[in-house]
């Protein structure tokens, strides 16, 4: 199988293409066999764990070898996988990224960016901990994606909520788009080929649509919702799906929307 595209730049499928040859030669045939330190370890990075004040994840290069330093608040979550993953992204894809090169938690999540080093080495970490060979049956078998199914998926790869409904967006063939919100504007939205429109970043959610709900205090039931597509900025007047939650360390609000196909 094949994953959907959504509009992405050819820098990312090399970066994708990478991490699946790192797979390859390490035969790994399960989302259980992925253990990133290994897998750095492997490439000639160690990991060390320590307190970043700025950032949440650092490579020093040295050559054919180097060394990923990892916030230690991070340490054992779902997120420290994804920031080893993406650093060691930057050490595959990227030699002129060496000594204390930092990113922060706005470059692991520019995920509005379709070029350049930070989504290049996004894109190989969500190919290494989410390989399509093994992600897009499973979003194969959804109908109506929401968030629990990625939870569940989340789950079963050892990945962040966030990263594996942008995974599902990119992989299956149901129109869908993920959107990240905070203060009550859009941070960012990925959406695929499918999805009908584009909620713009930067645009107010208002009490018309469940995430602005959520940022106004007001309870949401953790499902989707049916609405009026026309209500989200950029909408169109269809019968629209949305599973917003709350990520309340985050202060903002992830929303998975979903749309019957058109074709």
């Known amino acids: 199988m094949v994953a959907r595209k959504t509009s992405r730049t050819p820098e990312l499928g090399l970066a994708r293409s990478a991490a699946k040859k790192l797979l390859s030669e390490l035969r790994i045939r399960a989302s259980s066999e992925i253990d990133v330190e290994l897998i750095a370890a492997y490439r000639g990075l160690a990991v060390l764990y320590k307190p970043l004040a700025n950032e949440e994840g650092r490579l020093v290069r040295a050559g054919d070898v180097g060394l990923i330093v990892v916030d230690e608040r991070l340490e054992h979550t779902a997120k420290a996988r994804f920031v080893i993953a993406h650093e060691l992204g930057h050490f595959v894809r990227h030699a002129g990224v060496d000594q204390f090169e930092l990113c922060t938690d706005r470059d692991l999540n520019a995920w509005y960016l379709?070029?350049?080093?930070?989504?290049?080495?996004?894109?190989?970490?969500?190919?290494?901990?989410?390989?399509?060979?093994l992600f897009v049956p499973k979003c194969d078998k959804l109908n109506k994606p929401n968030l629990h199914h990625v939870r569940e998926l989340a789950e079963s790869f050892g990945t962040s909520l966030t990263a594996t409904a942008i995974r599902l967006v990119e992989c299956t063939e149901e129109p869908c788009a993920v959107v990240h919100s905070s203060d009550s504007k859009i941070d960012w939205c990925v959406r695929n080929d499918n999805f009908a429109f584009s909620p713009p970043r930067g645009a107010v959610l208002t009490?018309?649509?469940?995430?602005?709900?959520?940022?106004?205090?007001?309870?949401?039931?953790?499902?989707?919702?049916?609405?009026?597509?026309?209500?989200?900025?950029?909408?169109?007047?269809?019968?629209?799906?949305?599973?917003?939650?709350?990520?309340?360390?985050y202060n903002a609000v992830l929303s998975l929307l979903w749309h019957k196909s058109h074709a």
């Open 114 to 133: 379709t070029s350049g080093a930070e989504p290049e080495a996004n894109a190989f970490a969500a190919e290494l901990l989410l390989p399509s060979i």
């Open 207 to 249: 009490g018309s649509t469940y995430a602005g709900d959520l940022f106004a205090g007001k309870r949401v039931l953790d499902r989707p919702e049916l609405m009026d597509g026309a209500m989200w900025p950029g909408g169109i007047a269809i019968d629209l799906q949305e599973h917003s939650i709350k990520m309340p360390s």
